[in-house]
């Protein structure tokens, strides 16, 4: 039985339809301990299999550490998504309920290459000088949380010194306790500075500034 | 159990754009209804949602007074029926597009601004924004939030898992987003400011009889105190003025709702608590402009009473763009 029910593969198919260049779904799973590997597995195949340009790529966290080091991938399960450059978006946990939706937000602008974001916005990133990591702490049940995500991915999209880090907090509750996430949408800039809520761009940017003072 | 959810067209194509003979504000039940009948009746039809469709009722775990769910069914899943079925008749839907003002042009034609700066055009327009949690305004709030407070237990009550939990309100949204809660935090208390509970029997019943819930009435809460995170609610006992402290992990906040409709209060009538005015046929006294669901001027805020008030805008729009012709 596929995870994803005929309907929803119809409009994945349709979304993923216009993708003007390829786009990986990069894979690590972990032999160890993971409780949604094989699902994680299936689910990507699945998306994948509705398009010729979304391929699949898979790898064991501890085998094959080398290809994680590469991709600054520290834990999994986790998800790269690559399109033409690699923009750093990265999902952590299962991109279930609510969250899939951020899947796919993810592959269409990873292949679409260009960011949907304000004037303001894009110059602040444009005049970015330094790394930001940018976190992202969601929940599969919270119907707010893709607005953060997909924040985010824009972000990390348009400027090449911004990367998304979307982690599903349930799954990571040492993260999540490291962060004291205890409501989410979480936005978590540098390590340091938070942001609660799905809050709009510019809060974001100010967080990012203030990370940077 | 996993579900995979579609709330956001990706397709980045988003709005045909043109004239569209409704605009419909805000993508809940209410907006979402008006969506599929203007649509099924060939109308070109736009809903603009600030955030992702779905509205209140998506935020809610179990629904079981909307008929023909005689197990209930989870409010999320009700709510991506309503769009698939919106969708289905054509309808496109516009996320993270927040309205930010709505200006009659002529008779006939509507212009409604987003915040993004894009401008559509209806010739008519229905306002279904609904409310969102209020906030109590009391010292604590607003710091804690996201530190162990929280208006969604859906979203967030998965973080209380054994630890001690205190919702603020027992109402029907408290004590209903409460019962989940009670599944696994350690223990569930009440705090509400009147002297009884107005939820509806079947909800109080269900509360009472858990072993680790406990309610408190004619309690005022004064203060969420806190370290790096919540540690506990500051209460008054109304009836002997006493202060109390009451240790918790997580406070969740259900003290009843404010209307969106900042964006219209130049435009239409509203109540004292900022509630649109609407007759019978969700006419507001603008032509061509319509307000429904929440958002209305006493609507008891039922699922059901939305859906209605959906279904009426719709079909006055169907005869009001007859008579523009
Ligand atoms: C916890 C809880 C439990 C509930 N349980 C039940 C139940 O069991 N049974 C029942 O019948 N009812 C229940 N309700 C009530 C029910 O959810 C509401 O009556 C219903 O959602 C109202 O629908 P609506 O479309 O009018 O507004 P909403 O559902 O509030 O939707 C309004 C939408 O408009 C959007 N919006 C707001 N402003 C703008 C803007 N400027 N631009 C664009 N979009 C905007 C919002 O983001 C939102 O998505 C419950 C409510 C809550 C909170």
Redesign the pocket.
Known sequence: MGLLDQETTTRVKNMLADLPAAVKLVVFTDDRHCEYCTEIVQLVTEVAATTDLVSVEIFEIHRDADKARDLHIERAPALAIVGERDYGLRFYGIPSGYEFSTLLHGIHSAGHGHAHLDTQTKAYLDGLKVPVDYQVFVTPTCPYCPRAAVLAIEMAVHSDLVNANIVESAEFPDLANRFSVMGVPLTVINGKERVEGAAPAHMVVDAMRRAMA | MLDFKITEDTSGQGATGGLYDVII???????LTTAIYASRDGMKTLV????T?????A??EL????PGFPDGIN?MDLMERFRVQAERFGTEVVEF????SVKPVSPGLIEVQTDGGTAYQGKTVVI????RPKKLGIPGEDEYYGKGVSYCATCDGPFFKGKTVIIIGAG??GL??GLPVLEYAKQVTFIEFLPYSRAEQILQDRVRSHEKSAMLFNYRVTEIRGDSTVTGVVAVDRATNEEHLFPADGVFI?VG?TP?TR?VSDLVELNRWGYIESDAHMRTKVPGLYA????RADNP??????VGDGTKAALDIREYIQNLK
């Open positions: 504000v805000g993508g809940g039940p209410a907006g603009l949602e600030r955030e469709t779905g509205g209140l009722a935020t809610t629904i079981e007074n909307y409010g597009e927040e309205v930010s279904a924004t609904g409310s029907n949204s209903q987003e259900y709702y969106y964006f429904i669901g929440d958002v805020a039922q699922l059901s009473v939305s």
